[in-house]
């Protein structure tokens, strides 16, 4: 599986960005797709994930009710919408395939990232 990670760019605080994710080499409607980012200087951290099926999310705290990932299994694709950003949330953002789980080593797959920049 191919991860190609899209939609980084500078935005100011408040707000929104529309992350996607498009995979390719396998069906994937059997993975689950998450989100990590990591800021300059610290580890990656989990973001949120979404099971194969759609029928289940999961967020870290720190985003829930402003982040939502969804995915289309007929695109292949995986989003995060990103609404009211903050300076915090400015970090390289990266998709992974794996386990319904919010720990990196249930990822296999990983994408390259894409730079999100939140700044006045």
């Known amino acids: 599986v191919q991860l190609q990670a899209s939609g980084g760019g500078l935005v100011q605080p408040g707000g929104s960005l529309r992350l996607s994710c498009a995979a390719s080499g396998r069906a994937f409607t059997n993975l689950s797709l998450g989100w990590f980012r990591q800021a300059p200087g610290k580890e990656r951290e989990f973001v949120a994930t979404i099971l194969w099926s759609a029928f289940s999310t999961t967020y870290a705290d720190s985003v829930q009710g402003q982040f939502t990932i969804s995915r289309d299994n007929a695109k292949n694709t995986v989003y995060l919408m990103m609404n009211s950003l903050k300076p915090e949330d400015t970090a390289l953002y990266y998709c992974?395939?794996?386990?319904?789980?919010?720990?990196?080593?249930?990822?296999?797959?990983w994408g390259q990232g894409t730079q999100v920049t939140v700044s006045s």
């Open positions: 992974a395939a794996g386990s319904y789980s919010s720990k990196r080593r249930d990822y296999v797959y």
